[in-house]
């Protein structure tokens, strides 16, 4: 059984085990690796959102710069003109928590002043270290991903002496950290960065292992959607022509997440939220049955 966490905050709560919890992925870029441009518009954007509560997002993952790999950073200041209109109006319309995709401070500050209500920050607040400040400013939950470099170079060799080990101590350290800057432990959740900084192996070991970081004793965060070492292992099996149809990606997707969430996941964050919604209908009944 994973344990229960219930995270309460500015309005929002979030009871962590008993079901799991999907993170809706808004991404509000051109460029992102798998839906860059198709929610570049405001409206677009927004009734995108809409759609992912209605499918059973619990929260709304909203991004304005893209992580994948090799891709470069983008200027605060176009992040802020993507995601605060988007943020400002879906706020208004949704109930569920929206949370701000962001390695920069000054756009967490500016998405939390405009409705956004959770950091998820791939740089586990490494990248800019006012962010700390921010979060425990505003008393939100963060986030904190395990990355190896940045997403310029992050998949260039990744190499780990022990990968899980190496991963659990990273935690360790930065908890430890964001405790010292003003951050709750309570609003921290942790989150093992599949594919950043990752080899093809790195991620199946992290999802076959994914209890261990329970170990740490906070919620965790998985996020496989779309991800390389999937459309590889699709490929390798059934050749290119399935491997470019992002129908099949998402498919691919939900045995990782039904495995994830078996070992420990609280949370999910994916693209295709409504066939997520009915995997973990299903694990959820499988791991709660007595």
């Known amino acids: 059984m994973r344990k229960t966490y219930r995270l309460k905050w500015n309005g929002h709560t979030l009871e962590l085990g008993p079901q799991t ?13 798998s839906d860059g441009g198709k929610f570049f518009t405001t409206d677009a954007a927004v009734a995108h959102g809409e759609k992912l509560v209605q499918e059973g997002a619990g929260i709304i993952d909203i991004g304005g710069e893209s992580t994948r790999p090799f891709s470069a950073p983008v200027p605060l200041e176009e992040q802020i003109q993507r995601v605060i209109p988007v943020i400002k109006e879906l706020s208004k319309r949704i109930s569920v928590p929206i949370s701000i995709d962001t390695t920069d401070a000054s756009v967490a500050e500016a998405a939390l002043g ?64 964001a405790e010292a800057r003003g951050i709750k432990r309570s609003n921290i959740i942790i989150d093992p960065g599949i594919g950043f900084g990752k080899t093809f192996d790195h991620n199946l070991q992290i999802v076959k292992h994914l209890d261990t970081f329970g170990e740490i004793d906070l919620p965790v965060l998985l996020g496989p959607s779309r991800k390389a070492f999937i459309k ?9 022509e399935l491997f470019l149809k992002h129908s099949m990606i998402d498919a691919g997707t939900q045995p990782v997440i039904a495995v994830s969430v078996l070992n420990g996941a609280h ?3 994916v693209h295709d939220v409504a066939a997520t919604s009915v995997t973990i209908k299903i694990v959820d009944e499988i791991i709660n049955c007595r």
């Open 267 to 269: 949370i999910v964050r």
């Open 232 to 240: 590889n292992i699709l490929k390798d099996h059934f050749g290119d």
């Open 114 to 177: 405009e409705g956004a209500s959770i950091i998820n920050d791939i740089g586990a607040m490494r990248l800019d270290h006012r962010m700390a400040d921010v979060a425990a400013k505003y008393g939100v939950p963060v986030i904190l991903m395990h990355m190896k470099g940045t997403p310029e170079n992050m998949q260039i060799a990744p190499f780990y002496g022990n990968l899980l080990t190496e991963i659990k101590d990273f935690f360790l350290n930065m908890v430890t950290s």
């Open 21 to 33: 919890c999907i993170m809706g992925i808004l991404n509000v870029t051109p460029d992102s690796f």
